[in-house]
């Protein structure tokens, strides 16, 4: 079965400090938006698309108009934070059975194949799925440092979690769309900047999320060394 797929695309790209919003960026001649479309529409899961961009933007919008794409694209304004961007487009896709894949559109170069293996549980039953990749370093936890500490640094470690247990998660991150709504509907009251995926409101509710394998190629562009990666991947070079 075909799903939905949701672009996320409306944020600003503070980090980037590129000047546009972050999905307008030219990379490899074209457009982040550009690349993230492509993987979507090349993937051969979605029966349509929408994308959420900056609230009264009209580049990305007519970028969205004139891609070619056997699919409908529609484009809804995004919200301050991401999880309000989701909402906002799964108000979009209008709702009905089946699932919907939520993508961010920083992570531009995301395989078709990671697409069509997060759709494949989906369609094998699971209610969430996530790709994820191993994570290479080692990860600690931070509290502040003591009052009599503070010259030294402001922050000590507080743990060190066993790595074979993490994984960095990445999107397009799949659902059932009925039960993705609802957990957007639950989180109104939620600090919006504290909700960084979707997945993590399905575990809120105590839904199951499953993770299939991820991509290196699905590295979120993020700063500007993001984009070096991104191009360097694009041309053809080792980064
Ligand atoms: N996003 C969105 N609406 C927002 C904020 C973010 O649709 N209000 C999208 C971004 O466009 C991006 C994805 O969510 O595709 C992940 O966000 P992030 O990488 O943080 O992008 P920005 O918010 O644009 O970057 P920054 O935080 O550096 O400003
Ligand atoms: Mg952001």
Do not use: W
């Not at 790709?131 to 010259?151: E, L, M, Y």
């Amino acid at each position: 079965p075909k799903v939905a797929v949701i672009i996320v695309a409306a944020g600003s790209g503070q980090r980037l400090g590129y000047g546009l919003p972050k999905a307008q960026v030219p990379l490899g001649g074209r457009t982040i938006l550009e690349y993230a479309l492509q993987g979507a529409v090349e993937s051969g899961v979605a029966d349509r698309i929408c994308v959420a961009v900056p609230a009264g933007d009209t580049a990305l919008r007519a970028i969205c108009a004139r891609f070619h794409s056997p699919v409908p694209i529609s484009t809804v304004d995004g919200g301050a934070s991401r999880s309000e961007s989701v909402r906002r487009a799964l108000a979009g896709i209008g709702g009905g059975p089946g699932g919907v894949l939520v993508h961010d559109a920083a992570r531009a170069l995301t395989p078709p194949e990671v697409f069509r293996r997060v759709a494949r549980a989906l369609a094998g039953g699971a209610s969430a799925v996530v790709p994820a990749v191993a994570v290479v370093d080692t990860i600690k936890t931070a509290a502040p440092s003591g009052p009599d500490q503070q010259q030294i640094a402001a922050e000590k470690v507080a743990g060190t979690p066993d790595r074979s247990l993490l994984r960095a998660v990445q999107t397009p991150q799949g659902f059932d769309a009925a039960t993705l709504a609802e957990a957007h509907r639950n989180a109104a009251g939620l600090d919006p900047d504290g909700i960084t995926d979707d997945a993590m409101l399905l575990e809120t509710i105590g839904q199951e999320v499953f993770l299939v394998n991820g991509s290196p190629l699905s590295l979120k562009i993020t700063s500007p060394l993001d984009l070096v990666v991104a191009e360097a991947l694009l041309a053809g070079q080792q980064p």
